[in-house]
């Protein structure tokens, strides 16, 4: 009888062990996927900040384009100032090119139709989404930092 217990038990100890070194490895390879999607996050191309180029050619950068409006020094962010956004690249796009890169990158979620009508507005990134805005990172989705 003891014999049987012994043996239960034993088999017991091997399955925990096995079982043990299966989820270690698991948690492994969920960091090894974890750390692989925010590498490849890091390479996808995506919209930071509302920008204006200023009529003197400075770029201004904010959360909004009002915002970098009422900020700039009078007379400098007048009607035909450019308006379109920079990207984590630190590349300035109009926003045309912004509104492309929002998509591929899932940075909008609202009707289509009435962004392509209206054009890409920051707006659509932080009021309409899950992103926030931090003048150091630009939008960001803080589901994604986790």
Known sequence: MKTKEAKRKFKEKILRKRLKKQEDSAKKVARRIKRIKKELDET???????????SDGILEVGKCHYDIIHKCPYGTCKAGSKQGF????????DRDEALRIAIASNQINKDMDTIRQTGLLSENIWADTDHEYDPQKGYYNPKEMK
Request: charged share 20%; proline share 0%.
């Open 44 to 54: 996808v191309e995506k919209i930071s900040h509302a920008a204006i180029v200023r």
């Open 86 to 93: 920079v990207t984590s690249t630190g590349r300035y796009v």
